[in-house]
């Protein structure tokens, strides 16, 4: 509702203006250019580019670590939630800041720290690969290492105010009907949380999926099997192949866009849910 | 101690277990790697450890690092403060939209983030010949770096705002200005002061990713040491040339920086909780004279 | 300084908030807004303000047109529901604030605005609190400090949001009393909103009361309560008894012409101004009594007549003179009787004791 008149407090043309034009120039245009420059090309040309068999395999290297590691996360996610806000142990208000480590330490620190240590000869790898002979650095499992790094914080941050937010007396209530501890978990506290773990699980989802930073170093980065996508479109730069880095950002960019607003659905899903209350979703990537 | 166990809580050893299963991931997965980058910083010891902080392209990619941030930042604050006044004092057609479109960056690869700014700035890029003219250098040069820096953190100072700012709502700047407070008055004297920890919070969330970038920031950049490459282009040149010492020295400096980072935040955190908790307080009892 | 308000219209999106209100408010008078929630009594008061801007209309300042003059420039003194108190600075800033943000010239030196303060800190009976903060204080002393704050400008009027709508009963009664007192030695006009009747009826020189974005009467607060101008008043001021004509002919008569309009006459009486008796008279109606209890000075007496349930207050003197007890069979009569048909007002009429019908 706008008021043609006098608002009583000032700068409302000046802030939206300015927000408007920094949007605009930093993030809309070149967004729009993105989406400019593949369409100049023929729909067949692009397609052919898209869907190239070593652009096929990036696909499902890319999106099949990050779910899997979405996945990882929002298990652990959830009990790490649980165990900070349910239980008392001593040093709870160091470990809770912990949790945010992978938002605060750079990516690159983060991939050649993980490389080291799953390396064949590194703290974990000597054991995992040297013992069990089983590969994860410089190996599809590394990635999903890495990308479970990144994304935990993302499904702790979310899923822990909605913990704090439940209210003892629903829990009393299911067990002064009989629920056993298991089945009040399952039947009442599950379905509370399940809308708030499914975003935390979107969003360290989301952010897997175009992570580069951490990966690069610890993927081995072998086309066919362990080469991600953004790392093709910058092997693509490289090769000055500017048209084909184009087309594989623009198909990373429509599935982030559909991702984001899966998101913001799930979030207004949620906040509609549990009438009046506010979710804090906690977006910090 | 009460024999009756708390209906709202597991048994002793299912906690047992839960407890034991989340530090042993929170070790394996976060607390590890943390120590690993120190211990291999100082795996051959301290002196040379020393030695390749002292590297002179190390200490320029440090340096690198901070003008980035310092340049962006402030850009950045400006725009977050614009843009939560906006949305949070004012009722305007496509606020929520607004609102989405500040998230975007979040949604967008580093990557593709950076190639973007190569499709206009580039060689083969809309203002590539017009630049290429007249001698002037974007992409593989600092100004291209800060501007896919600005872009990677535009979100974070005006996601901190917007809630912030809603839940104040604009009584008090009504009040300044019934008050006769002119505009800056008013912000200076009552806006600025109610946000300032939200602010910070989000300078410290918006800078631990400003010296951070990699995936955006190396698209851009020529990776030029010394020249063009901040400390992050720098732990994967030293990575890659198998300076095993070298690399991990200047990871540790990104490794401190995210432990300040996280010593800050939690501060903050603690700060603005007890102000809302001081402002959520029972109110004193009622006493109505001396 | 007088207000004066013409013709002011305001909507937002399809909802009228203000319907063609028009008022004037001479110096030295307090006037109560009045009105059920959502009646545009604080859309009302922002426009005066200056805080929202009326899409048709004027707002007059002492005769002078105010309408698009900036709220900063206005001069008005604003108390908001929620205090609006700046958290972050001490009571002390928070009464200087408007002297310090006066431009250079004007702006008084730090010695008078410490007199200045301290001086109105005393006359809110706080300047034991200068150095604390607003969230160290209880509701009643919030609101105490909002005020002197708000005449730290020295206002040419007061306006105020239900300032004592968050306080408890004793303190808001203490404050109502305060709040007039303060009036009565400013000489400006003053105007403040609220949804308590009670409140409206003990402060106020004069009252408006308001209804879905009009004005539905205006009047010292005995006008209003003993005489409605319309059901709506009736209702809102007070409980009241509604008689129809079609059951209870004799009470709300009015013309046959009349009659064969619409709406169905409806006679109005309150609780205190029937009268019962115990033998039947020309015009009274017959009733059975359900309920007699005792609240405080009075005693409420639930009757019923033709299965509807009408409420009858007497003093604990007149209750004794009639000894009443549930189920025995009563005679009603009238002493104060408005009939509406409508909202348009058809007949008043005021009756003797024992004056028959």
Same mark, same amino acid.
């Given at each position: 509702?706008?008021?043609?008149?006098?608002?009583?407090?000032?700068?409302?043309?000046?802030?939206?203006?300015?927000?408007?034009?920094?949007?605009?120039?930093?993030?809309?245009?070149?967004?729009?250019?993105?989406?400019?420059?593949?369409?100049?090309?023929?729909?067949?040309?692009?397609?052919?580019?898209?869907?190239?068999?070593?652009?096929?395999?990036?696909?499902?290297?890319?999106?099949?670590?990050?779910?899997?590691?979405?996945?990882?996360?929002?298990?652990?996610?959830?009990?790490?939630?649980?165990?900070?806000?349910?239980?008392?142990?001593?040093?709870?208000?160091?470990?809770?800041?912990?949790?945010?480590?992978?938002?605060?330490?750079?990516?690159?620190?983060?991939?050649?720290?993980?490389?080291?240590?799953?390396?064949?000869?590194?703290?974990?790898?000597?054991?995992?690969?040297?013992?069990?002979?089983?590969?994860?650095?410089?190996?599809?499992?590394?990635?999903?290492?890495?990308?479970?790094?990144?994304?935990?914080?993302?499904?702790?941050?979310?899923?822990?105010?909605?913990?704090?937010?439940?209210?003892?007396?629903?829990?009393?209530?299911?067990?002064?009907?009989?629920?056993?501890?298991?089945?009040?978990?399952?039947?009442?506290?599950?379905?509370?949380?399940?809308?708030?773990?499914?975003?935390?699980?979107?969003?360290?989802?989301?952010?897997?999926?175009?992570?580069?930073?951490?990966?690069?170093?610890?993927?081995?980065?072998?086309?066919?099997?362990?080469?991600?996508?953004?790392?093709?479109?910058?092997?693509?730069?490289?090769?000055?192949?500017?048209?084909?880095?184009?087309?594989?950002?623009?198909?990373?960019?429509?599935?982030?866009?559909?991702?984001?607003?899966?998101?913001?659905?799930?979030?207004?899903?949620?906040?509609?849910?549990?009438?009046?209350?506010?979710?804090?979703?906690?977006?910090?990537? | 101690?009460?024999?009756?166990?708390?209906?709202?809580?597991?048994?002793?050893?299912?906690?047992?277990?839960?407890?034991?299963?989340?530090?042993?991931?929170?070790?394996?997965?976060?607390?590890?790697?943390?120590?690993?980058?120190?211990?291999?910083?100082?795996?051959?010891?301290?002196?040379?450890?020393?030695?390749?902080?002292?590297?002179?392209?190390?200490?320029?990619?440090?340096?690198?690092?901070?003008?980035?941030?310092?340049?962006?930042?402030?850009?950045?604050?400006?725009?977050?403060?614009?843009?939560?006044?906006?949305?949070?004092?004012?009722?305007?057609?496509?606020?929520?939209?607004?609102?989405?479109?500040?998230?975007?960056?979040?949604?967008?690869?580093?990557?593709?983030?950076?190639?973007?700014?190569?499709?206009?700035?580039?060689?083969?890029?809309?203002?590539?010949?017009?630049?290429?003219?007249?001698?002037?250098?974007?992409?593989?040069?600092?100004?291209?770096?800060?501007?896919?820096?600005?872009?990677?953190?535009?979100?974070?100072?005006?996601?901190?705002?917007?809630?912030?700012?809603?839940?104040?709502?604009?009584?008090?700047?009504?009040?300044?200005?019934?008050?006769?407070?002119?505009?800056?008055?008013?912000?200076?004297?009552?806006?600025?002061?109610?946000?300032?920890?939200?602010?910070?919070?989000?300078?410290?969330?918006?800078?631990?990713?400003?010296?951070?970038?990699?995936?955006?920031?190396?698209?851009?950049?020529?990776?030029?040491?010394?020249?063009?490459?901040?400390?992050?282009?720098?732990?994967?040149?030293?990575?890659?040339?198998?300076?095993?010492?070298?690399?991990?020295?200047?990871?540790?400096?990104?490794?401190?920086?995210?432990?300040?980072?996280?010593?800050?935040?939690?501060?903050?955190?603690?700060?603005?909780?007890?102000?809302?908790?001081?402002?959520?307080?029972?109110?004193?009892?009622?006493?109505?004279?001396? | 300084?007088?207000?004066?308000?013409?013709?002011?219209?305001?909507?937002?999106?399809?909802?009228?908030?203000?319907?063609?209100?028009?008022?004037?408010?001479?110096?030295?008078?307090?006037?109560?807004?009045?009105?059920?929630?959502?009646?545009?009594?604080?859309?009302?008061?922002?426009?005066?303000?200056?805080?929202?801007?009326?899409?048709?209309?004027?707002?007059?300042?002492?005769?002078?047109?105010?309408?698009?003059?900036?709220?900063?420039?206005?001069?008005?003194?604003?108390?908001?529901?929620?205090?609006?108190?700046?958290?972050?600075?001490?009571?002390?800033?928070?009464?200087?604030?408007?002297?310090?943000?006066?431009?250079?010239?004007?702006?008084?030196?730090?010695?008078?605005? +410490?007199?200045?303060?301290?001086?109105?800190?005393?006359?809110?009976?706080?300047?034991?609190?200068?150095?604390?903060?607003?969230?160290?204080?209880?509701?009643?002393?919030?609101?105490?400090?909002?005020?002197?704050?708000?005449?730290?400008?020295?206002?040419?009027?007061?306006?105020?949001?239900?300032?004592?709508?968050?306080?408890?009963?004793?303190?808001?009664?203490?404050?109502?009393?305060?709040? +007039?007192?303060?009036?009565?030695?400013?000489?400006?006009?003053?105007?403040?909103?609220?949804?308590?009747?009670?409140?409206?009826?003990?402060?106020?020189?004069?009252?408006?009361?308001?209804?879905?974005?009009?004005?539905?009467?205006?009047?010292?607060?005995?006008?209003?309560?003993?005489?409605?101008?319309?059901?709506?008043?009736?209702?809102?001021?007070?409980?009241?008894?509604?008689?129809?004509?079609?059951?209870?002919?004799?009470?709300?008569?009015?013309?046959?012409?009349?009659?064969?309009?619409?709406?169905?006459?409806?006679?109005?009486?309150?609780?205190?101004?029937?009268?019962?008796?115990?033998?039947?008279?020309?015009?009274?109606?017959?009733?059975?009594?359900?309920?007699?209890?005792?609240?405080?000075?009075?005693?409420?007496?639930?009757?019923?007549?033709?299965?509807?349930?009408?409420?009858?207050?007497?003093?604990?003197?007149?209750?004794?003179?009639?000894?009443?007890?549930?189920?025995?069979?009563?005679?009603? +009569?009238?002493?104060?009787?408005?009939?509406?048909?409508?909202?348009?007002?058809?007949?008043?009429?005021?009756?003797?004791?024992?004056?028959?019908?």
């Amino acid at each position: 509702m706008t008021t043609k008149k006098h608002r009583v407090l000032p700068g409302f043309g000046l802030s939206l203006g300015y927000s408007l034009v920094y949007l605009s120039l930093l993030v809309l245009i070149p967004l729009g250019g993105l989406i400019a420059r593949s369409a100049q090309m023929s729909l067949a040309e692009f397609w052919a580019i898209a869907t190239a068999e070593r652009a096929l395999a990036a696909y499902r290297v890319t999106f099949g670590c990050a779910l899997l590691a979405a996945i990882v996360n929002a298990f652990f996610g959830l009990l790490v939630a649980w165990v900070l806000v349910r239980y008392d142990f001593w040093g709870k208000r160091f470990v809770d800041a912990f949790v945010d480590l992978p938002f605060a330490l750079p990516t690159a620190v983060a991939g050649i720290t993980l490389t080291t240590l799953y390396a064949a000869n590194g703290w974990i790898g000597q054991y995992v690969e040297g013992v069990l002979g089983y590969k994860v650095a410089f190996a599809p499992p590394g990635i999903v290492v890495a990308l479970i790094f990144i994304g935990i914080p993302f499904v702790v941050r979310t899923v822990q105010p909605v913990i704090e937010d439940i209210e003892p007396e629903v829990e009393e209530a299911a067990a002064s009907l009989g629920a056993t501890r298991a089945q009040t978990f399952v039947k009442v506290l599950l379905p509370t949380l399940f809308p708030a773990l499914l975003t935390g699980f979107a969003l360290s989802f989301s952010r897997a999926v175009g992570e580069y930073g951490s990966v690069i170093f610890i993927a081995g980065n072998m086309p066919m099997v362990s080469e991600i996508t953004p790392l093709l479109i910058i092997s693509k730069l490289e090769q000055y192949d500017v048209a084909g880095a184009t087309v594989l950002a623009v198909v990373m960019l429509v599935i982030s866009f559909v991702l984001l607003l899966g998101i913001n659905l799930l979030q207004w899903w949620a906040a509609n849910r549990h009438s009046g209350r506010h979710v804090d979703a906690g977006v910090q990537a | 101690m009460s024999a009756v166990r708390r209906v709202n809580s597991e048994s002793r050893p299912v906690r047992w277990a839960l407890l034991t299963l989340a530090f042993l991931f929170l070790f394996l997965f976060l607390g590890l790697p943390l120590l690993a980058v120190f211990a291999e910083a100082l795996r051959q010891g301290f002196g040379p450890y020393a030695a390749a902080l002292a590297e002179p392209d190390t200490l320029a990619a440090i340096r690198l690092t901070v003008v980035v941030a310092l340049l962006v930042l402030p850009l950045n604050l400006v725009f977050g403060v614009a843009a939560a006044w906006a949305i949070a004092k004012f009722d305007f057609r496509g606020k929520s939209l607004l609102t989405t479109l500040i998230d975007l960056p979040f949604a967008v690869s580093p990557v593709v983030a950076g190639l973007l700014f190569i499709l206009i700035f580039g060689r083969q890029g809309w203002f590539g010949p017009w630049l290429a003219e007249h001698d002037i250098k974007i992409i593989f040069a600092l100004p291209g770096m800060i501007i896919a820096t600005m872009f990677i953190t535009v979100p974070y100072i005006a996601r901190e705002l917007i809630p912030l700012m809603q839940a104040q709502g604009k009584d008090e700047e009504e009040a300044a200005v019934s008050l006769g407070a002119s505009g800056w008055q008013m912000f200076r004297r009552v806006s600025l002061p109610n946000i300032k920890w939200g602010l910070l919070y989000g300078v410290i969330l918006a800078n631990a990713r400003a010296m951070g970038e990699f995936g955006a920031v190396s698209v851009v950049s020529g990776h030029v040491r010394g020249e063009t490459n901040t400390l992050p282009l720098h732990v994967e040149i030293l990575y890659n040339e198998y300076n095993s010492v070298g690399a991990f020295a200047a990871a540790s400096v990104l490794g401190l920086l995210a432990l300040v980072t996280l010593l800050a935040k939690t501060v903050v955190e603690w700060r603005m909780a007890r102000e809302t908790a001081m402002l959520n307080a029972e109110l004193p009892p009622e006493k109505t004279d001396k | 300084m007088s207000i004066e308000v013409r013709n002011i219209s305001k909507r937002f999106g399809n909802f009228v908030a203000l319907d063609n209100i028009s008022l004037e408010i001479p110096t030295g008078e307090l006037v109560a807004l009045l009105g059920p929630s959502g009646c545009g009594k604080t859309t009302l008061l922002r426009i005066i303000a200056g805080m929202e801007s009326s899409d048709t209309g004027q707002v007059l300042f002492h005769g002078e047109e105010a309408t698009h003059v900036h709220t900063r420039e206005r001069r008005v003194g604003f108390v908001f529901q929620h205090y609006a108190l700046f958290r972050h600075m001490t009571v002390f800033e928070n009464v200087a604030f408007g002297l310090r943000v006066k431009p250079r010239a004007e702006r008084p030196a730090e010695g008078e605005i +410490r007199e200045r303060v301290t001086r109105l800190l005393q006359l809110v009976q706080l300047d034991w609190l200068a150095d604390r903060y607003p969230s160290q204080l209880s509701g009643g002393q919030r609101q105490r400090i909002a005020l002197a704050r708000a005449l730290a400008v020295e206002p040419k009027v007061l306006l105020l949001d239900e300032p004592f709508g968050a306080l408890d009963t004793q303190v808001r009664k203490e404050l109502r009393r305060w709040l +007039r007192r303060l009036h009565d030695e400013m000489h400006i006009a003053s105007v403040f909103v609220t949804h308590d009747q009670e409140e409206a009826l003990e402060v106020a020189d004069r009252v408006v009361v308001m209804n879905k974005g009009r004005i539905e009467q205006l009047g010292t607060p005995d006008e209003v309560y003993s005489a409605p101008a319309s059901p709506f008043v009736y209702r809102f001021l007070g409980n009241v008894n509604v008689f129809r004509n079609r059951v209870h002919g004799q009470w709300a008569e009015v013309d046959r012409a009349e009659q064969a309009g619409k709406d169905e006459a409806l006679a109005f009486v309150r609780p205190h101004d029937i009268e019962i008796q115990r033998d039947a008279s020309p015009g009274a109606l017959s009733a059975g009594v359900l309920h007699v209890q005792a609240i405080g000075p009075l005693v409420r007496v639930e009757v019923e007549h033709q299965g509807e349930i009408f409420e009858v207050e007497l003093t604990r003197e007149q209750h004794q003179a009639l000894a009443l007890a549930a189920g025995e069979t009563v005679w009603l +009569r009238p002493r104060n009787l408005r009939v509406f048909q409508g909202d348009r007002m058809v007949s008043a009429q005021t009756f003797d004791l024992g004056a028959g019908i």
